[in-house]
């Protein structure tokens, strides 16, 4: 007998061993920190002692940031120090604006993350050594941006996404806040140009949302320069989708940037984003340069060494690469203007390098002013700031009356009538949460509301709850994403669109829940629900592109992340799986079919299996046979085949039970039991891809016989094995194509051995 650990109870016990070496990952983290909060809107020019104060934290990061990947090297790794360094600056200023409730921030260009990291601990929000030993290793401090005390909720990952994820967190706060809301985006000069950026430019001016980008030009990315590779200016295209550029000569020009700012906070008042964009200087001797950032000495030498004249003009970045690592700060700008000696440090530079001689460098010291500075502020007395963790999945969140649920129980389909898709119930449902909750309710359009079936609710909603993308289904996603992030109350946030756009389009933003950490260090989704409408095939005469055929299998890939997976199998039961995910804090997905199916009901007491009060179960049983050893298991539409099948083999005298799967995932033990009670074995009839077993078996039926591996049960499985050829037909029809009807039901059953 094997008496050995399972796999799944090895990784709970070291994932209980992580969270315990962290010093971050709680549920309520109280950082006590000196002071630092200045209003923009009140505070026209910065004082010069605020200018000093912020020079000399500048320089304490930067010098922490280069011993944490000084650090890293020691184990022959590397990172992204050299635009960590140049975050630095703006990155200090936008943390001594914003306050985490209806100002907040956010960071693109996620792979920054150390210059992030070494704010935060310089503010005070991190143990400086923490960050030093484990940045990159263990739980606190990861490669790209996480959440931590003080920081953003929102963890960087792929280029681009945030852009419009910061929108949707504006536009949240725009709802509860007014005209105070604010979120500022720092944001990379390369990621800009993907298509998902360019989107979330768009949406932030279409839906006019208070979001003020900071773009970090300093002209490099990983395999060269951005003139090199892309060759585009920034300004005008995203000038042309909206957004109103505020040029500003650098982000390392404090006083400068101050302004810059000032200017962005009265537009996003008014509902205009901006990007603030360093043009940096032109002709520039590099004399002059040298002479600027008093590191005259090392500017001559180098460019001595590679045979260029200090006369010589040349850019210089209003966001400079490896900023105050002066070595690799003038390879960067070598670079940048094509002179000899360049070199980009995109990534970590700190393997072979003496540590003690990088931090001697002339800006990397603190002057007297600047010491005395850090005293001045060092002695105020200290705030405190709490950071506290996002709900637990499952938790309470918006609950619908029973008085309410008895008046929606009035518009539901009748068992026994015509077939009715169930986005009739889905129509109910969210106009049910939005006139309940209109305060707390958000929902994302791409141009399919009435197709959808949001439409009743978007009508019960005020304009700042609704928010209109046209065809842009991939952004709306992120934007969904930025909204569930924008205050930690209670809501609903659904973005509504066709199952097929998911599989093809929208699936980014899924990809998203999959790196937001919660400061419990899990990753378990947002507070989003993606409504997932024409699933299947059942919207057969669309044929291919307008099928969903991987939506079971996709959505059980996001299970880890997910509170549930809705599957209803019609009208009534879409509204009690609607209620259910309002009423849980937490991911979810709900898939709906398009086309008509019948209303269920019990064959003996003809009443309805779901009612508007009726709580939400993982599974429902349709046929009760006496003596069924064998039982039809139907994932949510297909119920009806499965009802079906087993009246048959009744009548033909085999006791056959029927179930539906109503979703994901299933109560613990669930499958466990059906096996012990039916040992004659269980057919799975779902309307996807299930393929073969050439192929491999996949969707519910990959799940059940994966939890099958070891037992004597027969299986069999009716779904989708080969998709490549179909007709172009009614969805009742193409499902008898497929073999997802009763007789093949009937035949499944009786071949089960």
Known sequence: MNTSPSPALCQQERNRALLADSLYMRREVVSSIPPLQLDVEQISRLSDNDIVLFEALQIEAARLAIEAVAS????????????????????????????????????????????????LATLGFLDRQRVIDTFRRGLDCPGHVAWLPGGTQLNGGRL???????????????????????????????????????????????????????MHRNGIQLSGTTQQIAGTDPRPVIEALGIQILETPSLYDTAGLWQALREARALARDGLPALIYPVGRHDVPLADIGERFGISTDLAGFAARHG???????????????????????????LVNGLPGGKAHHDGHMKGRDLDALLANPMLQLSPAHQQALARWHDLPPVSITTRARPAPGAENLVIPAESLAKAEAALPAPGGKWISPRAGVAVAYELVARTHPESM??????????????????????????????EEQIATFLANGLAMSTPDPKLVVFATFGAFFEGIAREGFEMWRYQRNLTGANEGLNVTFHLSHVGSCTGRDHFSGWSLDWINLALGYLPYLDRFYAPADARAALVAICDLASRYGAHIVGIPRDNLP????????????????PWTDVTRLRTRSGAKKALLAFGATAFVAAEASDQLSAAGLPVDAWVVNGLPLDDGRLDALFQQYPRGLVTIEDGLIGTPATGIRGFAGLVRGAAQGRQIPLAHLGITDPRIAPSDGHLELWQYFGIDAPTAVAAVKSLE
Request: charged share 15%; glycine share 6%; net charge negative.
């Open 72 to 119: 890293l090297a020691k184990i022959n790794e590397v990172d992204h120090m050299g635009g960590a360094l140049d975050l630095i600056p703006p990155l200090l200023m936008t943390l001594a604006l914003v306050n985490r409730a209806e100002r907040d921030f956010t960071i693109e260009n996620a792979h920054t993350s150390i210059g992030y990291y070494a704010a």
């Open 442 to 471: 958000f929902v994302i359009d791409c141009d399919l509301a009435p197709s959808t079936k949001v439409d009743l609710a978007l009508k019960a909603l005020d304009s700042d709850h609704q928010f209109q993308l046209s065809i």
């Open 599 to 614: 209303v269920l009901a019990d064959p003996v007491t003809k009443k309805p299996f779901w009612n508007a009060d009726s």
């Open 308 to 334: 260029v004249a200090l006369d010589t003009p040349v850019w210089l970045p209003g966001c400079l690469m490896s900023y105050r690592d002066v070595p690799s700060m003038l390879e960067c700008l070598f």
């Open 160 to 214: 681009g996404v945030m852009i419009a994820a910061a929108a949707g967190q504006a536009l949240g706060k725009r709802a509860a806040y007014g005209a105070d809301a604010w979120v500022i985006c720092h944001c990379g000069d390369a990621g800009w140009l993907a298509g998902h950026a360019l989107n979330g430019f768009h949406a932030a001016r279409t839906l006019k949302a208070p979001v003020t980008f900071i």
